[in-house]
């Protein structure tokens, strides 16, 4: 049975205007792709890897030394351990859960099914859930969040998954989007904080470089509001509206995406874990402000794009209004043009049709009424 999208992930036509360009239509049109609803798998049933391998990343580092590793194949990585200088291993994969490389790490590192499970979907609101300690696996945080990012004009929503335990942290990417690449460079440096600390304020850099990939989009919609405001003060058109809409439907997809997040951050920092440290708990703060100031820019964005919408139709209803004006004092003016012109029209004997200068008098005092008209709106100041 297919799933029908919901409404909001219905593709939209590209809309007509001079400046609206295709590329520029796709990229307020689809604000953002939500991952389609998935049936979870049966018990004896794995899901299906899309597309190739998935790519893996190996970090290790300490204060004073730090190896990268690009692995070919995840038996390399499960056979090898971290190293004894290695205080913290950072593994991540990119590329989609793949049901074979996540079933050896899941084995190597004792990751719970249900958390397995949630990461192979792909589909999870951000969440964060508590596994701990026990004779057979140690104790880990597991954590969903979601990351958007703009790809080709158009903007994108990918979960990331997140294994944290004591020295260790697994990530999980749908698709390399680059949220990371500043992690990877404040690694290469010997006297960046993230050596100095342990796993955990590795996670929280990771969720930090998540939470703000979230401005340049915002960035991106308050340049889509600015243009137009300005089209519409210029020269409005049926299409802003419509664009109008897109940008309010895009802020309210953004929405529905950091909300959870804030509340992944709150319960990071309300209920503690063995995995986290308190270093990272005061950190924590600092992303929960991000998060809150986000959504006090979407809910201003999103007011904009409301006005916008009252001003769009402020303004019609004023040209409308001109155009009602102006048709009007047309029609007044030839009011009694017409009852001069119907008088002297009849079929029946006028003394003043006898009369040379009867046609050029009649033309003469048609246009004193009209020029007297005229004098009169304007004194009054209907024109």
Known sequence: MKIRPKKSQRRVPTLPGRWFSKARAESLLHPLELPRPSLPPLPDEKPEDAGGPPSIKCVDYCPEREEVWDIADVANLVDTHRPEWSQVRWINVTGGAHAGVMDRLADKYHLHPLAVEDTLLGSQRPKVEEYP????APGRLFIVARAVHLLDGRLQNDQISLFLGRNTLLTFQDQHNGVFEAIYRRLEYAGSRLRTHDASFLCYALLDAIVDSYFPVLEHYSACIEEIEEELLDEPQQFMLQKAHAVKRGLLLLRRSIW???????????????????????YFRDVYDHCVQILDLNETYHEIATALTETYLSVVSNHMNEVVKVLTIISTIFIPLTFVAGVYGMNMPIPENQW??????????CLLIAAGMLALFRRRGWI
């Open 133 to 136: 300690a026990s004779e057979e």
């Open 260 to 282: 959870p997040m804030r509340e992944v951050i709150a319960q990071l920092q309300r209920e503690r874990h063995e995995c986290l440290s308190e270093t990272t708990l005061t």
């Open 356 to 365: 040379e200068w009867s046609y050029p008098v009649f033309w003469g005092v």
